[in-house]
């Protein structure tokens, strides 16, 4: 999986997944055709709001339900574990990602600033 605004691992980035498997059991979901994996969504919940933290599906693979899927299936667990709205993060530029929330109902929510910092106390920029 490839390309602007799609999931990739980067150095370090394995235990990631781990992490976020024990936090939050049952909320990283696969999608596979033939055993290959074709997508993949993460969520989390906070016990508050869900959110979903990361989906990405192969771009041979798109604009056939994979995404779709995906997402319903998150938001039933999320639905299941009390949390009254889910909410997601996309970058203002990306129209495709923006069009394909749109198509699932999701909306602008009230405006916020992501503030971030790294761990030696840098502030740290998102691009």
Known sequence: MAGRGDARLHPGSEGDLEQARAAD???QLVAETGGVVVGTVTGT???RRGWLMRLAVDPAHRRAGVGRALVAELEARLDGRGAPQVNLL???D???ALAFWRRLGYGRGVPVRLLSKRPDGTAAGCR
């Open 94 to 96: 990306n129209a495709d």
């Open 45 to 47: 919940y906070d016990g």
């Open 90 to 92: 996309v970058f203002d």
């Open 25 to 27: 059991p049952g909320l």
